[in-house]
C-alpha cells in the first residue's frame, strides 16, 4: 500500500484522444492526476497528451486498442514499469456499430434485421473488451489506497427506460447491438463490484447524457465537459461512496 500523502493519483482512460474521454482526462489532469491517454491512434493519443501537458497537466499516450490483447498487455506492462500502481480506469472506449450517424437513423440495429456480425463486433469493444482490460488492470489497481473502475455506459442500456411506452427513448429505432452491449455492461459493472467490493475497489457505470461527440454525428445537446462531469465524480469517489450503480449527472438511473 502506498503512502497516502506521497501517492500520486494514475488514471487510465481509454478513447481519450478525444470527446468525453479527453474531456474527462483534461478534468482529472486538473485535479492534480496522472492522466493516460488511451488511443488506438498513437499520433492522436500523443497530441491529446501533449495537449493537456501544454496547459500545464501531466499526461502520457498509450497506444491501446481494447479488443487487441497484445496492446492491453504492453499497457500493463507499461504502468506496471513506470508507476507500479493505478489508481482510477475508465472504460470509455466504445462503438455503436452504425457508424459517425444520429441514433434516430440507425436503423441498420433493428433486431429483426441485423446483420449479427455487427452484433458482435460492437460487443467485442463495448463489453469483451472492458473485461480484458479491466482484468488486465486488477492487478496495478489493488495497489491503489482508493481504487475505481468507472464503465462508461448509455442511458440506452437501462432496460427500464427501454421499456417505457411513453419513455425517452421511444423515437429511436430498436437497437440488437448498441443498447444491448450496454445493458450488458450495466450487468458486468455489478458483477465486478460484487467480486471487488471487500478490497475497497469501487465499480460503477456512468450514462454521460447525450453528449455531442464523433459517435452521433455531433447531434447531442451536451459539450463533452458536460458529459466528463459524471465520470470524473465516480473516479473520484470517497472511501465511503457507492459502488454497483448506474448514474448520470442527476442522480442513479434505473436499471
Keep these: 500500500m502506498n503512502d497516502h500523502s506521497t501517492h500520486q493519483k494514475v488514471a487510465l482512460i481509454t478513447g481519450a484522444n478525444k470527446g468525453i474521454g479527453r474531456a474527462t482526462a483534461d478534468q482529472l489532469a ?3 492526476m496522472t492522466v493516460l491517454i488511451g488511443a488506438r491512434n498513437p499520433q492522436r493519443g500523443e497530441e491529446a497528451a501533449t495537449a493537456i501537458r501544454a496547459a500545464g497537466g501531466d499526461a502520457h499516450a498509450l497506444t491501446l486498442d481494447v479488443t487487441d490483447q497484445a496492446t492491453i498487455d504492453q499497457a500493463a506492462s507499461w504502468i506496471e514499469q513506470r508507476f507500479r500502481h493505478l489508481d482510477v480506469l475508465i472504460n470509455n472506449a466504445g462503438i455503436t456499430g452504425s457508424g459517425q450517424i444520429s441514433p434516430q437513423d440507425a436503423t441498420d440495429q ?8 455487427m452484433v458482435r463486433t460492437v460487443f467485442e469493444t463495448n463489453v469483451f473488451g472492458v473485461i480484458a482490460l479491466t482484468n488486465a488492470m486488477i492487478p496495478l489497481l489493488r495497489r491503489s489506497p482508493a481504487p475505481r473502475i468507472v464503465n462508461v455506459s448509455s442511458g440506452a442500456g437501462s ?3 427501454a421499456a417505457d411506452p411513453n419513455g425517452p427513448l421511444t423515437a429511436l429505432p430498436s437497437s440488437a447491438a ?6 450488458a455492461l450495466n450487468a458486468l459493472t455489478v458483477q465486478y463490484a460484487n467480486e471487488l467490493r471487500k478490497e475497497g475497489i469501487l465499480v ?3 450514462d454521460p447524457g447525450y453528449v455531442a461527440t464523433d459517435i452521433n454525428a455531433h447531434n447531442g445537446f451536451l459539450t463533452p465537459a458536460q458529459g466528463a462531469t459524471t465520470l470524473v465524480h465516480l473516479a473520484t469517489l470517497a472511501a465511503d461512496g457507492p459502488t454497483a450503480g448506474f448514474f448520470n449527472a442527476q442522480g442513479p438511473v434505473p436499471w
Design 159 to 161: 432496460l427500464t427506460i
Design 178 to 183: 448498441y443498447s444491448p452491449s450496454k445493458t
Design 204 to 206: 460503477n457505470a456512468a
Design 110 to 117: 433493428l433486431p429483426s434485421t441485423v446483420n449479427l456480425d
Design 30 to 32: 486538473t485535479l492534480g
